[in-house]
């Protein structure tokens, strides 16, 4: 994206555009992002259904639900976060479309779900955003989640789990990683910082860039605990069954199933 086509002018703004953009600089970092999307899918079709009603935690611009919907046309979603500018993408990228609702709300505030236009939810998804938060909110917030996932329903988190245990695995694949970014950045490739600048330039989203950056700061300050303790805690909240479903070498995806009614 460029300064010319982020913005159609005063008042209004591409938000498909937008959207690509955004895909393409999370892309820079995690290059097997839409295998970890499509795997979440799939175990929402298996585990829930192709009808599932959705709770997008910490969505941002919305990827989980264009995904979503994409692949299940019945579904519906509810995409919740506080960034102001993220917010603003995907209100744009999906205005009009009644299958689809965000609610501005920060998942530190113990009522945040009162704001939630649903009581529980077939599944609860986020992916790379919750590593914002330290373990210990992060487990309360896990406790919350649980209370909303109906019985036999799913949730899943895809975000970086390294293995502490596995230092020089772990430097080798940093290594790699930062040579393939600093190869796609010499050809043009937009990393987080460059993908901000260009929004706080554009008509539309100045206001709430600088709006987000007043409330976050510059960078996440969380933690990122490796997939097991994402499981055991996820136990330890209410669900019956949890594990890794998914993972690379720094990255997991970890689902939890609710405890199915008995019968």
């Not at 913005?7 to 290059?31: F, H, I, L, N, V």
């Not at 009581?119 to 938060?133: G, I, K, N, R």
């Not at 695995?169 to 790699?176: F, K, L, T, V």
Request: charged share 25%.
């Amino acid at each position: 994206m460029t300064e010319t086509t982020a913005g159609a002018g005063a008042g209004t703004a591409d938000w498909q555009a937008w959207q690509t953009s955004w895909d393409r600089q999370q892309e820079w970092y995690m290059p097997d992002r839409e295998e970890r999307f499509r795997v979440m899918l799939d175990m929402v079709e298996a585990l829930v259904g192709p009808s599932p009603r959705v709770l997008d935690l910490a969505c941002g611009t919305g990827s989980i639900t264009d995904r979503l919907l994409g692949r299940f046309p019945d579904a519906v979603s509810t995409g919740v976060d506080l960034d102001p500018a993220l917010l603003a993408i995907a209100e744009g990228t999906f205005a009009g479309d009644d299958r689809v609702t965000f609610v501005t709300a920060d998942l530190k505030d113990p009522d945040w779900r009162a704001k939630l236009p649903y009581e529980s939810y077939d599944a609860v998804l986020t992916a790379t955003a919750l590593h914002w938060l330290h373990s210990e909110p992060l487990a309360v917030l896990y406790g919350q989640v649980a209370e909303l996932v109906r019985d036999g329903g799913v949730f899943m988190n895809a975000d970086h789990m390294p293995d502490p245990s596995t230092p020089r695995i772990n430097a080798a694949d940093r290594a790699q990683r930062h040579a393939r970014q600093d190869r796609a950045k010499a050809a043009g490739a937009l990393d987080w910082a460059d993908w901000w600048q260009l929004a706080a330039k554009d008509p539309v989203l100045a206001e709430p860039t600088a709006q987000r950056f007043a409330i976050y700061g510059e960078h996440a300050d969380g933690d990122t605990p490796p997939a097991e303790w994402h499981a055991r805690v996820l136990r330890e909240k209410g669900f019956a069954e949890a594990r890794t479903v998914w993972r690379s070498p720094s990255d997991g995806l970890v689902l939890a199933v609710k405890q199915a009614p008995s019968t």
